[in-house]
């Protein structure tokens, strides 16, 4: 492998690494902070693929579309919170894990209703619709770029929001224990209700913005699912920076698997995250 | 050895032990209907049903050897499929080609595979608790299906078939013909209750007490000298071999075995036939896999978005009952007064 296209799989994994982030951070936080094991997550990345395509036919481009899902996605998630969620909370892990796999068949048979079962693309906007030449021979599309900037700017401003603002440190303490932050005077009804909304508008955006590269189909959110999930877990629940470094790690194993040794590429994530968990049985991070 | 362990605080009621005799009836009742069903259905309509009903008595024996793991020594697995697929791959591959094999010696065979994969995955996966459990069974069974499903074991991705269905011998005679569907559908029936009576003398034994007290408080067993490592591993044992004798019957009822049958999926099916039936009770796990499977294929009739009238229905058992469709005659039959009182556990 020389060095150019070593180059192109590093940006490469760096890509598919933050776009597991932003489903996986949402993911982390709704775990962490509020205790609910959302198997769901997965079917709001698949939202977000819909209503891009959806939205993008609508208003005619898909940068239009990103900021109208996005406030959709909070709404969304405000109101999936306030009549199902918020009554998840004193069940105990197991009725969790069962009801949101119901919501899952129900979510899946609504986009069947009512977008179908068919495979969608979704066109990348005209200004970056083109490709940076990399070496001589090679080229790189800039929307992957897109991608990555735009996961990058996002978690720059989780940072910011959760280590620098009064809301951030709330969050904190809430992943860390609950009761207390309860008796501190903060209302935690109205924190669990933003944080959800959050994660799903963080996964929604994920969906959005992916898209175009992955194309939109059915099942799309199972596969997310479990790779988020191996994320989380590896990083230590309810720890961003966690599932930072680990859907990073994800992306250079999984790319770089598929590069180097084709056969194994589907274990590697999995024997990967055995190794880690039996050498730290608390994944990499502690919360917060 | 320590003291009686029904002393310790939280112990648990097994609800096997709560009233031995209703119990044995209703098990009783159960079998003997299910025994006498390809008798009463005829000809007729008799090889659907008949097939169908196999099929879900071999989920009910996996999502039995779950609940041993999930609701009595609880440890949620994710993984337990594979332990099933392994089963049915060593059927699959110890079946001689040219002809049919000895259905005892394959049965041998894949038990000591699953049991084999149990032993090292359980002695690795027991250093971690909680949801890191779930996930790292998880993983485990994930290397599992990439196994099978990457490489050239057993025809990769497209799997692999049985072309005989394995004889049964027993004493130079030949008792039943698993060609025949009534004959293997009893065979089926004969798995589940060796696999109902075998976990209930688990679950009654001082190893299955001490199972449960380890659930509940673990650190106080270890402190009562209880080596809680090994109890655990000994129920992760029993269960992966339990559920590779459901996965030999699959091998053998489909005569085909491919990559699908370790996804994920399958585990998760498992464990939502465990919670739906209700968690820490045998006859949860059957009444789980009796609903889940004939509901599935009872919606799929009604419509094209079946899964919508599923995933409904799940929401709705959950929320009214907490504690699975097995709590249901319990929940009807509590005054209305002391109902909440009741449930709270």
């Known amino acids: 492998m020389d060095i150019v296209s070593f180059f192109i799989q590093c940006l490469n994994s760096i890509q598919y690494g933050l776009l597991l982030f932003l489903v996986a951070s949402g993911l982390t936080l709704i775990f962490g902070i509020m205790g609910v094991i959302n198997l769901a997550h997965g079917s709001f990345y698949m939202l977000g693929a819909y209503l891009a395509f959806t939205l993008a036919g609508l208003t005619g481009s898909l940068l239009t579309a990103i900021p109208l899902g996005i406030v959709l996605a909070v709404a969304f998630g405000y109101v999936l919170e306030w009549a199902f969620f918020s009554y998840l909370y004193q069940r105990e892990h197991l009725q969790q894990v069962l009801m949101t796999y119901g919501l899952i068949l129900v979510f899946e048979e609504m986009r069947s209703i009512l977008v179908g079962d068919d495979v969608h693309g979704v066109t990348v906007p005209p200004f970056l619709d083109w490709a940076l030449p990399i070496g001589n021979e090679m080229t790189y599309p800039v929307y992957r770029l897109f991608i990555s900037a735009v996961c990058l700017l996002v978690a720059a401003a989780m940072y910011v929001v959760i280590r620098r603002t009064r809301l951030g440190m709330m969050i904190r303490a809430g992943a860390t224990n609950r009761e207390m932050v309860q008796s501190l005077g903060i209302n935690v009804t109205v924190l669990y209700r933003f944080v959800f909304a959050l994660g799903v508008a963080l996964a929604v955006l994920a969906g959005m913005i992916a898209a175009p590269v992955s194309s939109v189909y059915p099942g799309m959110g199972g596969q997310v699912l479990i790779v988020c999930f191996v994320v989380v877990v590896i990083g230590g629940i309810g720890s961003v920076k966690g599932a930072l470094v680990a859907s990073l790690l994800l992306g250079f194993v999984d790319t770089f698997g598929k590069v180097f040794w084709q056969e194994a590429s589907g274990v590697l994530v999995y024997l990967l995250m055995a190794l880690i968990l039996l050498w730290k049985p608390q994944g990499l991070f502690k919360a917060g | 050895m320590p003291g009686d362990i029904n002393a310790l605080e939280g112990a ?36 659907f049903y008949i097939e169908l009903l196999s099929k879900v008595m071999i989920m009910a024996i996996f999502a039995l050897s779950l609940q041993l793991l999930i609701g009595y020594a609880g440890l949620v697995s994710l993984g337990h499929a594979a332990y099933f697929a392994v089963a049915a791959y060593a059927t699959a591959m110890l079946a001689p080609q040219a002809g049919p094999g000895n259905g005892w010696l394959l049965l041998l065979g894949a038990l000591a595979a699953a049991a084999a994969l149990a032993l090292v995955v359980g002695a690795l996966v027991l250093r971690t608790r909680g949801v890191y459990f779930i996930m790292v069974t998880l993983a485990f069974a994930q290397m599992v299906f990439f196994v099978f499903h990457d490489t050239r074991i057993a025809g990769g991705s497209d799997g692999t078939y049985i072309y005989f269905r394995p004889e049964f011998d027993l004493l130079g ?103 739906l039936g209700g968690a820490g009770s045998l006859a949860g796990a059957v009444l789980g896999a009796f609903s889940f499977v004939l509901l599935a294929e009872w919606f799929s009739t009604l419509t ?16 009214l009952l907490p504690h699975g469709l097995v709590s249901l005659a319990r929940v009807l039959a509590l005054p209305r007064a002391r109902r909440g009182q009741g449930e709270s556990r």
Do not use: C, K
Not at chain 2, 13 to 22: E, H, S
Not at chain 2, 198 to 227: D, K, P, T
Not at chain 2, 304 to 319: E, N, Y
């Open chain 2, 304 to 319: 094209r978005h079946w899964q919508l009238l599923m995933g409904g229905f799940i929401i709705v058992a959950v929320a």
């Open chain 2, 12 to 47: 648990p009621r097994l609800r096997a032990g709560a009233a031995p005799w209703r119990g044995g009836l209703g098990w009783l009742a159960l079998f003997a209907l299910l025994a006498a069903l390809p008798l009463l259905l005829g000809e007729q309509g008799q090889r």
């Open chain 2, 173 to 275: 005679a030949r008792p039943f013909d698993v060609n025949d569907v009534a004959h293997f559908y009893w065979l089926v029936l004969g798995a589940l209750v060796l696999t109902v009576a075998g976990l209930a003398l688990v679950l009654r034994s001082r190893f299955g007490h001490a199972l449960v007290g380890i659930r509940h408080n673990e650190q106080r067993m270890r402190a009562a000298g209880y080596a809680t490592y090994r109890y655990q591993l000994g129920a992760f044992v029993v269960a992966g071999t339990f559920a590779g004798l459901a996965g030999y019957l699959y091998a053998i009822q489909y005569g085909f075995v491919n990559p699908e049958i370790a996804s994920w999926h399958q585990s998760g099916n498992a464990m939502l036939m465990v919670i």
